[in-house]
């Protein structure tokens, strides 16, 4: 794949985003009545996939030298290939609790909303069902395309008089948020910062 800070993990199939949750019922009295109240809650074969896979999870972080420090914005792609036992299986519905359990080892990611997740083919193996995935982070940071737009960008943020001043439109522009402010990577708010001795100058006149 010719790139840095690759993961490759394989996971057994998880619970279905239809069947990891179940219902348990409450009663209590209010008033001499009877009143019922439902909660959902994890089946015991979820929890248990999910310690599972996390620790697992920290030791091919640790084995397979992963470079980076989990963040808020970083984003990354999983390129999944499943192996069903069976072909009536609908791989988006597994993604629940496989991307909860990558997050839980808080080794990648710090929340899962920063996930793409990729099906890149389906197979079937009834002997070994299984998924296997690459995770890489994305080129693009924020709206920028590639990391070296967004460092250009920033260069010419520093001249500006609102950079030193913890700029929200650049710090929402590398979160990924569109703004009017910004139009073909140029910031119509940008402002040249006025040396001390152009400062000076003005002041005698």
């Known amino acids: 794949m010719g790139k840095k800070n690759v993961l ?8 279905s985003v239809n069947s990891y949750l179940k219902p348990k019922v409450n009663s209590f009295k209010v008033k001499g009545k009877t009143v019922y109240s439902v909660k959902m809650f994890e089946i015991t074969s979820v929890k248990t996939y999910k310690k599972m896979f996390s620790e697992y999870v920290k030791r091919e972080v ?14 990354f792609y999983i390129d999944c290939i ?8 609908d791989p988006n519905n ?13 080794a990648i990611w710090l929340d899962d909303n920063v996930t793409l997740e990729r099906v890149n083919a389906i197979y079937y193996d009834k002997e070994k069902p299984r998924i296997e995935m690459t995770i890489y982070p994305v080129d693009y940071i ?3 395309p590639t990391e070296t ?10 001249d500006c008089n609102r950079y030193g001043n913890n700029c929200s439109i650049l710090r929402k522009a590398k979160e990924g948020r569109i703004q009017e402010e910004i139009n073909g990577f140029k910031c119509s708010n940008y402002k040249k910062y006025a040396t001390k001795s152009k400062a000076k100058k003005k002041t005698k006149k």
């Open 142 to 144: 924020g709206i920028f």
């Open 8 to 15: 490759k993990l394989v996971s057994p199939i998880p619970e």
């Open 94 to 106: 597994y993604f629940k609790v496989l991307l909860d359990a990558i997050t839980d080892s808080q």
């Open 62 to 75: 640790k084995k397979q030298c992963w470079g980076l420090k989990p963040n808020k914005t970083q984003h």
């Open 149 to 158: 737009e967004m460092m250009e960008f920033e260069i010419q943020c520093k």
């Open 82 to 89: 499943f192996y069903f036992e069976k072909t009536n299986r």
